[in-house]
């Protein structure tokens, strides 16, 4: 389990960002903390894999707990504010972050950054050794906290053909994902091949006895 430390001074913000982090695969909160003086406490004590951390506290601001954790702590970091001025963004990033989120979002931006950090730490446990197409991968694109759509798809019904997606370990066509969520089946093919653009998805041909091969889908 990927470890983590929450950190917001907001006490019903906290406990849904908590209830975001448990509702995702692979990762459970091992602390609270509502001031920065917590927060540097916390890690040190949790030795958390990775600290949610909210730049506006009471005592001191994020960006003050950022630098007291980089030059203390070997811990990663995702900054989660509605903080959107320029030179926060930019003292966030010469901090190290790994991706800066800002208030409010939904689920589903976090879960996107939480299992691309899981992906990431997978990734370097199985080397050994990083060659440049290694560390390539590591810095390359991270995902968007909310994924630009092509003209005339939706969010909502997005949402529904993940859900669908994810739902069917096996794969799925686009007749069965029409099927799953009743929209029309080009429509779904449509959602399914975004997916499979936007590397969210795979996809895979199977063959029969006739005709064209069909195509399948699988979550990435």
């Known amino acids: 389990m990927i470890r983590v430390l929450v950190v917001d001074d907001d006490f019903m913000v906290a406990k849904v960002h908590s209830g975001y982090v448990a509702r995702t695969e692979g990762f459970a909160v091992v602390g609270v903390a509502h001031t920065g003086a917590d ?32 030059a203390t702590e070997d811990v990663d970091v995702i900054l989660i504010t509605a903080a959107t001025d320029v030179e926060t963004v930019r003292q966030a990033m010469r901090g190290g972050v790994l991706h800066y989120l800002i208030k409010p979002f939904e689920y589903a931006s976090l879960r996107d950054q939480l299992t691309h950090f899981a992906t990431l730490h997978r990734r370097l446990d199985r080397l050994a050794e990083a060659g440049q197409a290694d560390v390539d991968q590591v810095f390359g694109a991270r995902p968007n906290a909310k994924p630009v759509l092509p003209k005339g798809l939706t969010v ?13 370990p096996g794969g799925m066509s686009a007749s069965e994902c029409a099927e799953a969520t009743g929209v029309a089946r080009v429509s ?17 041909l199977k063959y029969g006895g006739t005709g064209r091969p069909e195509r399948r889908y699988v979550w990435s």
């Open 188 to 204: 779904a093919r449509r959602y399914l091949e975004h997916f499979v653009a936007t590397g969210r998805a795979e996809v895979n």
């Open 156 to 168: 909502q019904t997005a949402r529904l053909v993940e859900t669908a997606l994810r739902g069917a």
């Open 39 to 70: 927060a540097i406490r916390l890690a040190r004590e949790l030795k958390p894999d990775l600290v949610l951390l909210d730049v506006y506290l009471p005592d001191l601001d994020g960006l003050s707990v950022l630098r007291e954790l980089r």
